[in-house]
């Protein structure tokens, strides 16, 4: 599985991109977000990982800003504690 980690800002952990969502990755202890498509509109993800397929956002372009508002709304992997224990992710 290839995955790529990308920085929006030179300031900001990077991101994690690869087609299939995952649960862990480098860097999210720290709060860096995975984006993945492979399953179209059929889940938007969960708090820290981010379906960013076009169908999502309406085949329209997105801002860094505007993943990381839908990403807020959505509920936290119930793998997480499993994937990463210790870790809230609820207050993030």
């Not at 995955?3 to 969502?21: A, G, I, K, S």
Request: proline residues 8%.
């Amino acid at each position: 599985m290839d995955f790529l980690e990308v920085r929006d800002d030179p300031e900001r952990l990077p991101n994690t991109l690869c087609h299939y969502p995952m649960v862990t990755w480098n860097h999210s202890k720290r709060g860096a977000l995975q984006l993945f498509g492979h399953v179209d509109h059929n889940w938007k993800g969960t708090r820290n990982s981010v379906n960013v397929g076009v169908d999502v956002f309406d085949y329209k372009p997105v801002r860094f800003e505007d993943i990381q508002f839908l990403a807020k709304t959505l509920p936290v992997n119930m793998h997480w504690p499993d994937a990463e224990p210790g870790l809230d992710l609820e207050s993030r």
